[in-house]
T-cell receptor, first 110, second 116 residues
């Protein structure tokens, strides 16, 4: 029973355009949500996070949006660059376990 | 600063053999996590330690799996006996605060385990 879901296993975007990665969760008790990026043969690296009391957090080209009523968060990357090609995991942290989604593979086409 | 160090990077062994994965967390981090990555289930938390003490091992799939942290700079994940379905990438991560906070976890590069 996946409490954190990333329903799109892959996404292709043209360089310079916006990439939108989505994540859904089922448990309202999560306190924070995080996005990690993973390159092949490397461990995941932290990208950006958002508290459950906020609805937006921005860091350079990366913005995370949280819609608590829909139990949905998204990561926007603008503009997308070839170096952004990686697997992106969303994670939820709270009273319960730190739970990751299954990941979305982003490919930015030059 | 040195990151989380895992060894070996790759392990290939036959079914029934004992497998030991090793992890050195970042100095000063008092939380250590073991994860398993598979295509079907993504990143699953197996166990985590706080100040060398196991706090939550409910993610450990079976009694064949065990983990120890004898000191602040070293942890092991052992599988005995190993089975083909244990084949996966195993990650170790560390952080300064617990998993229910905003403090990000720092991951090692993983051990790719193949059980034949």
């Amino acid at each position: 029973d996946q409490q954190v879901k990333q329903n799109s296993p892959s996404l292709s975007v043209q360089e310079g355009r916006i990439s939108i990665l989505n994540c859904d969760y089922t448990n309202s008790m999560f306190d924070y949500f995080l996005w990690y990026k993973k390159y092949p043969a490397e461990g995941p690296t932290f990208l950006i996070s958002i508290s459950s009391i906020k609805d937006k957090n921005e860091d350079g080209r990366f913005t995370v949006f949280l819609n608590k009523s829909a139990k949905h968060l998204s990561l926007h990357i603008v503009p997308s660059q070839p170096g952004d090609s990686a697997v992106y995991f969303c994670a939820a942290a709270g009273t319960y376990k730190y739970i990751f989604g299954t990941g979305t593979r982003l490919k930015v086409l030059a | 600063d040195a990151g989380v160090i895992q060894s070996p990077r790759h392990e290939v062994t036959e079914m029934g053999q004992e497998v030991t994965l090793r992890c050195k967390p970042i100095s000063g981090h008092d939380y250590l996590f073991w994860y398993r990555q598979t295509m079907m289930r993504g990143l699953e938390l197996l166990i985590y330690f706080n100040n060398n003490v196991p706090i939550d091992d409910s993610g450990m799939p079976e009694d064949r799996f065990s983990a120890k942290m004898p000191n602040a700079s070293f942890s092991t994940l052992k599988i005995q006996p190993s089975e083909p379905r244990d084949s996966a990438v195993y990650f170790c991560a560390s952080s300064r605060r617990g998993q229910d906070s905003n403090q990000p976890q720092h991951f090692g590069d993983g051990t790719r385990l193949s059980i034949l």
